[in-house]
Structures are given as structure tokens and as C-alpha cells.
């Protein structure tokens, strides 16, 4: 089992596609769900955990069941600022995991904290990484002052394997010396 973070999949969302055409493919929206789908199932199995820091679906409340029940693994939500009452009843129907706004988890020693929306003087230390969304590709790329983009705007429209943002931790505690 792995375990995955993503953020920010805004499934049906048109006007994505125009905000961020470069990471969401220049194409239509069919198209750009489509690949997120693709891309999650490529590396996500169904045993794996995905924790999805919030902006699940957008659009009509089928769009959460269209697209939701085609994507594996056990799925956690942080919820983000689109993701309403009634989109989180939805996901709940698909057997997803709401979880609270932050949440916690340890992976080797080192505290993850996922919140969607990072406040700009939030940060991490060595020990506390922070992962969060919202931002889409107007965020850095990789761990910045202790801090991880998990969007899919940053990541390829594909969720991040949590090993991988830990490798990165331990490779700048070495560069620090820690």
C-alpha cells in the first residue's frame, strides 16, 4: 500500500482550463478530466490511500459520481473551498472519507500537515511539512521552506506519492546539514 496527495482536480470546472491552460492541457474539459483520471489510475491502485486536499468537483453533483467512482484507491478529503455541502454529501455516497480541514499524518518520522488553503506565513521545519492546494500553478514546484504543492498544476495533473515528498525532506536535511 502507498500512500498518495493530491489537490485541486476541479473535475468538470470549464473555466480551468482558461485560467491554467499549460498545466490543464489547452484542451477541452472532457479532455483534461479524462487525463486526471487517466493519470491518477496509472499510479494509484486500489489498495493504495489517496489524502485530497479539497476542489474535488465542480459542475453538476453527477460530476462527483461520474468521475469519483472511476478513480481508485481509499480516498480522504480535506475540504477546499469548493467543495460544498452538498458535493461533500456526494463523495461520502462514493464511500470517500471527509476528514477535518487540517489533518495529520506521520510517514517515517516526519509530521505531514495538509490543509487546502496555506496561509502565506505558514510554514514547515524539517520535522513538520506542510502539503497544500488552492493555489494551482501559481505555486513553487517541490518543498519550499518546508512546504509541498500537492496540486495537480504542479504535479502533471497526477497525484504524488508521499515517499517522494519525504525523499525530498530527507535530501535538504542532508543539503542542511541536519
Known amino acids: 500500500m502507498s500512500v498518495f496527495v493530491t489537490s485541486d482536480t476541479h473535475f468538470n470546472h470549464v473555466n480551468i ?4 491552460p499549460e498545466s490543464r492541457l489547452g484542451g477541452t474539459v472532457e479532455e483534461m478530466n479524462e487525463a486526471i483520471v487517466k493519470n491518477w489510475n496509472s499510479i494509484v491502485s486500489p489498495d493504495d490511500v489517496v489524502y485530497h486536499l479539497g476542489d474535488c468537483f465542480m459542475g453538476q453533483l453527477e460530476t462527483v459520481a461520474e468521475y469519483g467512482s472511476r478513480l481508485n484507491g481509499e480516498i480522504h478529503v480535506i475540504p477546499g473551498n469548493h467543495d460544498t455541502k ?32 496555506r496561509p502565506e506565513d505558514m510554514h514547515g521545519d524539517s520535522a513538520n511539512i506542510v502539503l497544500y492546494g488552492h493555489v494551482h500553478d501559481a505555486a513553487p514546484k517541490g518543498l519550499v521552506d518546508w512546504t509541498y504543492h500537492v496540486g495537480v498544476d ?25
Open 17 to 20: 482550463v482558461k485560467y491554467c
Open 86 to 117: 452538498q458535493r461533500i454529501a456526494e463523495m461520502e455516497k462514493l464511500g470517500w472519507i471527509i476528514e477535518s480541514k487540517t489533518y495529520g499524518l506521520e510517514y517515517n518520522d516526519t509530521n505531514f500537515i495538509m490543509i487546502h488553503e
Open 154 to 178: 504542479t504535479n502533471d495533473l497526477t497525484p504524488v506519492n508521499i515517499h517522494d515528498i519525504w525523499l525530498d525532506v530527507q535530501e535538504k536535511k542532508i543539503e542542511l546539514g541536519e
